[in-house]
């Protein structure tokens, strides 16, 4: 039996597994930030409800990247350490800007589903 803990993560990689990228491409819109920051970011940010390992971060960075909306150079953290710095392209401005669309679209849909009474 799962406990409310196991289901309340696995719901969260659930939702995250679709929406990663989107959410990577909102981060990086206001500037380019190192994987480390990122991840940090949206956990923040979320509250705590999207905690992204390495091993789902870096895979979505590089299939942003092979898709042109995300490019990437090495840099310098604030700690001093080396870091690959990712943003976004000027196509993947756009690319978010169209994303960003269709998320509204299918989240809209979604809530009107959710709320639907079945005609009760």
Known sequence: MKTER???KHS???VLLGTLDLLVLKMLAAGPMHGWGLAEQLEEISAGVFCVNQGSLYP???RLKRKGVVRSEWGTSDNGRRARYYELTRG???YLLRELANWAKTSGAVNR???HDGGN
Do not use: C, D, K
């Open 113 to 115: 589903v959710l709320a």
């Open 92 to 94: 993947g401005r756009e």
């Open 12 to 14: 969260r990689s659930e």
């Open 60 to 62: 979505a960075l590089q």
């Open 6 to 8: 196991q289901e309340t």
